[in-house]
């Protein structure tokens, strides 16, 4: 949506992502939308999964599960932070050097540290174990 209240594609991110399998062909206005859009769904869906399978990971191996909900929200943003930072900045120009023709503040920083980041935090939070679930 971030790209719409920037008047760019709506899909453009789809196909970005697409790109990552299909190659920067799937940037191509004449490259098939449905092609590129589905397999960029898949992928997004894919890597959104175990990036939130490895942030509950993490706070299991840190033993913050049952942090504060600031405390999630806070740990889920440096974590979308630190996606982004790993993904965008040393992943992307060496593998994927499309990625670099997208907003690295709104398409980058923005929505991998609140759009993700946080909210993966909060959804750590709403999920959180009771008191009498936690195991002593």
């Keep these: 949506f ?6 760019k594609d ?3 991110p789809l196909r970005l992502i697409g790109s990552m399998v299909l190659g920067s062909q799937a940037l191509m206005p004449s490259y098939s ?23 509950f990971a993490l706070l299991k191996v840190f033993k913050q599960r049952s942090a504060s909900t600031l405390g999630l929200l806070i740990f889920g943003s440096i974590y979308g932070l630190l996606l982004w930072v790993v993904n965008f900045l040393l992943i992307a ?23 993700f980041g946080s909210m993966i935090g909060l959804l750590a939070a709403i999920s959180k174990p009771k008191e009498k679930d936690i195991e002593k």
């Design 2 to 7: 971030i790209n719409l209240f920037m008047g």
């Design 10 to 12: 709506f899909f453009g």
């Design 33 to 55: 939308l449905l092609i590129a859009g589905i397999v960029g769904l898949m992928v997004h869906m894919m890597m959104s999964a175990i990036f939130g399978l490895v942030f």
């Design 93 to 115: 120009p060496v593998l994927f050097p499309q990625f670099g023709m997208v907003s690295q503040l709104w398409n980058g920083f923005f929505a991998h540290t609140f759009l």
